[in-house]
């Protein structure tokens, strides 16, 4: 093992080697090392010191490899004209004001940089971007390690013209001074590019696979509609879309907000006492194993008229079971030892569920409340097509049944799938506000 040698500046023994390019997968475990960038100069450190932030050695040593390096730098400035050229060329597809103004920043920054090969880094550049298809992408793609390793900064690449997408999509993929490295991928993957393209990326995938299969098995519409079948459906229902879509929304809302409030009751009930855990779970768990299709027509005969009564009643019975369970497990495993500790310091029975017990469920009970999302959605639409005359988009997919328009019906549970992606997604939006510090990658 070779022996790092100690800081010149102030004596640290504490060296971390400078790693230049991607980490190793074992430096990478070890937390062995000090990022560079991606960059490589003649005069590039090798090493930094960890108590003063001194960085000192060299990254090439002065060998064959340092002179195969110095070979190819001097044939690439001999041919700096042609390289410009080529970017110049470059096909700069619907946006070739925001390419020509990239590329500008791109020779700028990487003028003398190389890669570890010593192959000009602005190669590199192009390479990446061509892995991308959306402008933005591309764009950040291009310019990807410009603030790290050049004078230009993020508020000068906004001055030329580009969004505040493509800056907090850079400003993201660029590693700060003093920042874990673990904290920079973390920071990364958080970043509005990735997190919207992935599942629209997914979204496409998947509406490509379903036409494929509806025209490999030459389907009409009538057994199996396609993706294609379904726009035309949507235009001419449109504003039924619109007032039905509203009508099951706000029933789903509110019953799953009244089911909350049950399953919050319940679980705190039977997660503090023991003896009610015992008398409700036997009940609890065999009303949710009756299937709720059945139940519908129980709760539509005995308010019978009483339509939005009728929906939000069967949200609230079909989706408030995740919620009491989650929090009756939270809280019945909380820390004997703990409780006890603070009580004999002092604290009330409130302080403790609201300091202790409340935050160590909180992940629990938002990982149930998604499940609960989903199935609100169910009850709703179980109530809406079996009752009569009740409005909402199960009354228009039970329309659609009727009358064998199965572009409608399709297009409907298109619809549903959509709403309920958007109401799961507010669910994660007050999760990552309450309970934040608990998310794992």
């Known amino acids: 093992m070779t022996t790092k040698p100690p800081c010149p500046k102030c004596g640290s023994e504490l060296i971390l080697d400078i790693t230049y390019g991607l980490p190793s997968s074992h430096v990478y475990k070890d937390k062995s090392f000090f990022s560079g960038g991606c960059c490589l100069e003649s005069d590039s450190p090798a090493y930094h010191c960890k108590s003063c932030g001194h960085e000192f050695g060299y990254a090439i040593p002065d060998d064959e490899n340092n002179i195969r390096h110095r070979e190819l730098r001097k044939l690439f400035e001999n041919n700096i004209e042609e390289w410009d050229k080529i970017c110049s060329d470059y096909d700069y597809y619907d946006n070739k004001e925001s390419y020509a103004k990239a590329f500008s920043i791109a020779l700028d920054a990487y003028a003398n940089k190389y890669d570890m090969g010593g192959d ?7 390479i990446i971007m061509d892995f991308f298809s959306i402008f ?18 993020l508020q000068k690449i906004k001055e030329e013209g580009f969004s505040d997408e493509i800056i907090e999509a850079i400003d993201s993929i660029t590693i700060r001074e003093s920042e874990d490295y673990y904290d920079f991928i973390d920071r990364v993957k958080m970043n509005k590019i990735y997190s ?9 995938i998947f509406c490509l696979l379903w036409e494929f299969l509806v025209w490999f098995n030459d389907w009409p519409n009538y057994k199996m509609a396609s993706p294609s079948d379904l726009w035309p459906a949507f235009w001419k229902f449109k504003y039924l879309f619109l007032i039905y879509g509203w009508e099951t929304f706000w029933r789903t809302v509110v019953g799953l907000i009244l089911s909350v409030f049950v399953g919050l ?12 855990r015992i008398a409700l779970y036997p ?42 369970v989650s929090i009756s497990i939270g809280l019945s495993t909380l820390e004997r030892e703990y409780e006890d500790i603070l009580l004999s310091l002092g604290a009330s029975k409130f302080q403790i569920f609201y300091k202790i017990a409340l935050p160590k469920t909180l992940p629990e009970f938002f990982g149930a409340l998604k499940v609960s999302t989903t199935l609100a959605f169910i009850g ?3 109530m809406e097509i079996i009752e009569p005359h009740g409005k909402g988009l199960g009354h228009l997919f039970d329309s659609g049944k009727i009358s064998a328009d199965y572009p409608l019906m399709f297009a409907v549970l298109i619809a549903l799938a959509f709403l309920g992606i958007f109401l799961f997604y507010i669910v994660v939006i007050f999760e990552s506000f309450f309970a934040g510090w608990a998310e794992r990658n």
């Not at 000009?120 to 192009?126: F, P």
């Not at 591309?138 to 900064?153: E, G, P, Q």
């Not at 009751?265 to 009610?276: A, E, N, W």
């Open 283 to 324: 009940l609890l768990v065999g009303f949710n194993a009756i299937p709720k299709a059945t139940v519908v027509p129980v709760i539509a005969l005995i308010f019978v008229g009483m339509h939005n009564m009728n929906t939000i009643l069967i949200v609230i019975l079909i989706s408030f079971f995740p919620i009491s």
């Open 380 to 382: 709703t639409n179980l």
């Open 265 to 276: 009751s319940l679980g705190v009930i039977m997660g503090f006492s023991k003896t009610m």
């Open 120 to 126: 000009k880094y602005l190669n590199h550049s192009l």
């Open 196 to 204: 919207i393209t992935i599942p629209l990326l997914s979204l496409v």
């Open 136 to 153: 933005e992408e591309r764009i950040v793609a291009l310019l990807h390690n410009v603030v790290k390793d050049s004078a230009w900064t």
